[in-house]
């Protein structure tokens, strides 16, 4: 999704316990299990991105589940599931899987 000045980073997009019909935008090989906010964030720093958190905000069609809970503006050009994918690599370097 876009939105003025960046890209939106939902959790959701990155975990592989949500399938894609629910809000995933990556592959399930690619996506990380039930990753968290304070994992995103390092990962967004990592990889050298400009963002904004926001942790409070739910994800509109899962709005009832817990998980679904946080979204990152990415500033950025690059389409949201690329952004995702490369966050959920770096995600599993910080975890060492």
Do not use: C, H, N
């Amino acid at each position: 999704m876009k939105k003025r000045g960046g890209r939106i980073l939902w959790l959701v997009y990155l975990d592989s316990t949500i399938p894609k019909s629910r809000g995933r935008i990556i592959a399930k090989g690619v996506a990380v299990p039930k990753p968290t906010i304070q994992e995103v964030e390092e990962a967004l720093r990592r990889l050298g991105y400009s963002y904004e958190s926001y942790p409070e905000k739910k994800y509109p069609p899962l709005w009832f589940e817990e998980r679904a809970r946080g979204y990152f503006l990415v500033k950025s050009d690059e389409k949201p599931a690329s952004i995702a994918a490369k966050v959920a690599e770096e995600i599993r370097r910080i975890r060492g899987q």
